[in-house]
């Protein structure tokens, strides 16, 4: 994933690169769901199809390094997630202000 000789070579500390590059997918799970178990089951997901995409995608295109298709991927599903979450979080909460709505109006 992150070439620990050429990275450190040049002194940027690895540890960091790693987890911010682990980080991502729980982030963008976490702007789609509220549920900690959806937003496991997510994260996984999409780290299992941008390395098996990336991985796939570079026999399509040869010339270019398998780590850059799984980066390009995974960021494509932050991006997607950043554009979609709002939206997502914006229904939940109309859905729960939705009963407190209709008591406010009874009564």
């Keep these: 994933m992150i070439d620990d000789d050429s990275t450190g070579a040049q002194g940027f500390p690895t540890s ?12 963008a ?5 509220a549920s900690p178990f959806a937003v ?18 570079s026999f399509q295109f040869p010339t270019v390094k398998p780590s850059v298709l799984i980066v390009a991927i995974s960021f494509a599903f ?12 914006s229904r939940r909460r109309d859905r729960s ?11």
């Excluded at 960091?16 to 982030?27: C, D, I, N, T």
């Excluded at 997630?81 to 709002?86: E, I, T, W």
């Excluded at 202000?97 to 009564?107: K, M, Q, V």
């Design 40 to 57: 496991s089951v997510l994260s996984v997901a999409m780290a299992v199809l941008a390395a098996d995409g990336g991985i796939l995608l």
């Design 16 to 27: 960091y690169m790693r987890e911010a590059y682990l980080r991502r997918f729980p982030l």
């Design 78 to 89: 932050y991006v997607v997630a950043r554009l979609v979450g709002p939206a997502i979080a």
């Design 97 to 107: 202000a939705a009963p407190e709505l209709a008591e406010l109006t009874r009564g």
């Design 29 to 33: 799970a976490q702007r789609l769901s």
